[in-house]
């Protein structure tokens, strides 16, 4: 992909000066002293032989095309450990668990907890208003979740599954989680928009851990912009990853401070998906806003 932007340049440059008969400006001007280094054809006297004809030519140029290129996704389908950035915040690392439960076991955990979790459609507001997520949800854990302004009720009723899960992944990776936000995406239809899990709650650096069931779903990365884009998304760093049916994702150190991340809509049709993000919440925040 390719973006051609014409940028307003200085269309030309002051050429240097073309002299005469080994006349020096600069000889004459730091002789004299008192007297401004001025440009040549301003500082010489008039009519004399001697004189410097020195003179500065403007030349023309064309206005540059400066070219810059959005850039193609990297794409993450492997197995793996990827620090995707490094800046001021920290190192932006992603681990990738393909087969984290194998097919078996996780045609079955799908179907459990596509039958036994308590899914709602949560509604939400933004600046136009009122809105459905597009998806269902469930939250587990002691203490309440607030995010884009509304509040996920203290649910400490673990399903035995999850918290089977939840043992099992915090094994695995050596962190550990206190809380569970659920998604159920029930077709292509279903999405969550751009964002990045930093809520006051989740406080500094949090770690995620993101487990999938069911259909495929590309989950997609955006870097944040630098400040000299004023907010420009345009030609930021992206990585896309396909995440299958029990797939586990980890992200940590800056992830959430560097980069957004979202699930778009599909145009092809697209079967349920789940998928499960352990956090560890903090109960000094919680309830506080996005
Ligand atoms: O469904 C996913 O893979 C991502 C879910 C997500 O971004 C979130 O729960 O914050």
Known sequence: MEDKRRRARVQGAWAGPIRSRGASHSAVGSQCSGIHNLPASIGEPRGSKEQSVAKLQFVFKEPAE??????????????????????????????????????????????????????????????DGFYQEPRLTAWYGELPYTYSRTMMQPNPHWHPLLTMLKDHIEEVTGYTFNSLLCNLYRNDKDSIDWHSDSEPSLEKCPVIASLSFGDTRTFQMRKKPGPEEHGDYTYVERVHIPLDHGALLLMEGATQEDWQHRVPKEYHSREARINLTFRRVFPEHSGMRR
């Open 66 to 127: 400066v070219t810059r290129r959005v850039p193609e996704p990297r794409v993450i389908d492997k197995a793996g450990v990827y620090d995707i950035s490094t800046s001021a915040a920290g190192v932006s690392r992603l681990r990738v668990f393909p087969s984290f439960i194998v097919p078996k076991e996780a045609d079955w955990m799908f179907e459990q907890l596509q039958k036994e979790i308590p899914w709602s459609q949560k509604t939400n507001f933004r600046q």
